[in-house]
């Protein structure tokens, strides 16, 4: 299981840059001012979530 986990980890980190609409959903908070920014990606975290919680659901059954 942690093996799966590594990898999954590898993959995100390599493949996380390729996929440009995350990080870019409608709903993550992007606020931009002069001298600061501030960026929470809320709807990307459901997302990201919502998946791993579905694929550690398919493993356990």
């Known amino acids: 299981m942690a093996g799966l986990l590594i990898t999954f980890i590898g993959l995100a ?3 996380g840059p390729k996929i ?3 990080g870019k959903l409608p709903g993550d908070i992007y606020i931009k001012r002069e001298n600061a920014s501030f960026y929470f990606p809320v709807t990307s ?3 990201v979530s919502a998946f791993i919680s579905l694929i550690l ?4 059954k």
């Open 13 to 15: 980190i390599t493949f």
């Open 20 to 22: 440009p609409w995350l």
């Open 45 to 47: 975290c459901l997302l």
């Open 57 to 60: 659901w398919f493993l356990k």
